[in-house]
């Protein structure tokens, strides 16, 4: 059981606050994405994590053992960093072998190993060669193979995949993800990159400001995001927001345009909608509202429209092989895929 | 551009910058260019200055007087070598320790650093003659010393014994804080990003030193290794003049003093050009064998 549980962290640099407080366990075998937006503290948290870092207070606990105060080396984990930070002098066989060769294994449980390894991430081929004589995506594989070479009790990720072009980001994103099933090592992965955290993780930490704003699968995030910041900060295109007034049922955009809706509010909300759950028509139908197309983007699968409803903005996700209205179209904004949000607090409205 | 229509300035055109450049080359010349081209004649004609009724071509005479009929030379050579391998390892090792100690982050550092480097700033004569006084046996602070602890009246730099060791203890005084800023800067340099890696991999911060840094900064030490022992070869000169000037005996006396003390105590200038441009024939290999080195032979 290489549970990872983090307690009560904070973490200071001089005066600034960058974790004000961070607790998180995760489950032995689970993958655990930190997203957020860069500068928010994820790679310091896993930076503490690895024991790289000095916390300010609070505990790391992994597979049971407490291991704020020990050394990067006696904590039982591997890293894979953003520049791969490979030894540059070493032959790849090297790179991975150094672990293994530190502990003073026999040489020849050190080949097998290696052997192993390059062949799980099929750089057999590579093993003589140094880093600089490797592309971005080998170097990547290397960094990876590194990480696996001592069948850790955890790994981390620092952006493994942000030096790397968007096909192999793509390619690699599977990848780890199936070999981390795979191996069935607890990780923790750091990314700025939704798409990433979406597809790869079994839980999401939504990150703001060294703050958790959310954690929860893949798709309760998607579809209930706590706040307007995890609401826009998942999904591609970005949620619309807009800001309404409410009249008993129903909602009064700023144009004055009205609808209605099943749930009682109060006061001024935030009303958001993911571009795709709009339906998007020629004709006007009940509790629909007019909407005047400004820009279409043409994304092969689909079409983004940008648009508004009088004086706001709003995008919609439309279907490549239907037809665009031509003149007066209108969308309708289905009740069950509504959200709303505190405009002070940004939190989401229970 | 088509082969035909280059535009070619006229000749005076062309030869404009070098005639902005003459005041320039010319003392460049006169201070490099004339000297080697006169040494160059003096190594290959007779040129005693006490004796000035000798002269004419004796290259071979000159040659076999320094190479073969005295010990003089090869003793100076040995001297030598003893002096630049001893200070530039004691430099190297000394240097690179100070670098790691200066490179981790410790309060008072950035206070106490210059003063490690102050030795250097030194001009050489200045520092020949701080240690000439350290090391006097009557009043020098290292004769008293050795006062307290029973020997009487020593002077370290009288001694054929030790008179080599005083010399060294001042060179290494004096360019330690060479290797050290060179070092630190090329520690500074290097991404510390394989660092971490190692300590995640298991390492030890020995380990991590002996085995990531160390080959890391192999192009730096390669380059301070050898700017120190050329230096040494060649520079080692005025601090030992002022010191023991090459005595007791012979016994300090480098090539380069050597060189000096033929030409102008003896006033043998073909011996003393000899010299010179032996020294210059071992510099320039040097700084070949060691840019080849630099290139760097493959491991594994
Ligand atoms: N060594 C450091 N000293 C001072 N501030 C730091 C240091 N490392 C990171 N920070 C600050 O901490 C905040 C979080 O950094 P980081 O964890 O690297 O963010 P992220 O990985 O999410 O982009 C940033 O504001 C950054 O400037
Ligand atoms: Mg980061």
Redesign the interface.
Known sequence: MASIDIRNLRKKFGDLEVIPGFSLHAEDREFISLLGPSGCGKSTILRIV???EELTSGDVVIAGRNVTAL???DRD???V?Q?Y???????VF?NLA??LR??KRPEDEIRKRVTEVSELLQIQQLL?RRPAQLSGGQQQRVAMG?AIM?EPAAFLFDEPLSNLDAKLRNHMRVEIRQLQQRLGITTLYVTHDQVEAMTMSDRIVVLNHGMIEQIGKPLEIYETPASIFVATFIGSPAMNLVRVRTDGNALVFPSGDRLSVERQLQGDVVLGIRPERIKLSASKSENSLPFEIVLVEELGAQKIIHGRIGATEMTVAFPEDVPLPTNGASVSLPGNYLHFFDPESGKRLA | MSGEQVYRAPLHRRLRPLYFLSPTLLILLSVTLFPLIYSLYLATHTVILTNPMLSGWSLQDNLREVFLESPEYWESFATTLILVVTVVSIEFVLGLMLAYFFYNNFTGRDFIFPFFLMPMMLTPVVVGTIWRFLFNGEFGLIAGLLKAMGVVNYSILNEPSTALVGIIIADVWQWTPFMLLLMLAGMRAL?T??F?????????RF?IFR??ML??M?PVIVIAVLIRMIDAFNRTFDTIYIMTNGGPGRVTETLAVMAFRSSFEYFFMHQGAIVALSMLVIIIIMTKVLGRFMAGPR??
């Open positions: 690895a024991g790289l050394e990067p080396k984990i591997a890293m960093f520049n930070a490979l030894y540059p002098h070493k032959s090297e150094y672990g530190i502990r003589q590194r001592r | 991404p990003s394989p971490e890696a190692a300590q995640v991999d298991g390492a030890s380990q085995d990531i080959p890391m192999k491991e594994d």
